[in-house]
């Protein structure tokens, strides 16, 4: 088994408004749908009404980010699959409820977590 995040930017979700109940119930079959399967890990969204921070080591906390996440926004899903085909198969599933494209990388394997 192996972990993958399956992702979108927001900008790539371009959905009429009143499209959207639909895609929030199509969205949601799909995360019960992994979790039925013991494959949900974790998902959910930015929240980009709240900005970045950084902290450092020693705790000092300054806003802003690395500047090459400063777009990090969208939506997540973390899954436990046994193989990249089948993290294929899940996005696909997610980019048909969402009604956009999703990136698919895979985590480096580590047995601690």
């Not at 192996?2 to 992702?7: E, F, M, R, V």
């Not at 974790?42 to 950084?54: A, L, N, R, S």
């Not at 802003?64 to 193989?83: C, I």
């Amino acid at each position: 088994m192996g972990k993958y995040l399956i992702s979108f930017p927001s900008a790539a979700m371009v959905v009429p408004e009143e499209d959207m109940p639909a895609v929030v119930d199509a969205s949601h079959a799909v995360v019960q749908e992994a979790k039925d399967a013991g494959v949900w890990v974790f998902g959910g969204g930015i929240d980009e009404g709240i900005p970045p921070v950084m902290v450092d080591g020693d705790g000092s906390v300054h806003e802003g980010t690395y500047p090459q996440t400063s777009q990090l926004e969208g939506g997540y899903s973390v899954l436990d699959l046994p193989s990249h085909d089948a993290a294929l198969q899940w996005a696909a599933k997610i980019a048909a409820a969402c009604r956009c494209a999703q990136e698919v990388r895979a985590f480096h394997y580590d047995p601690a977590s």
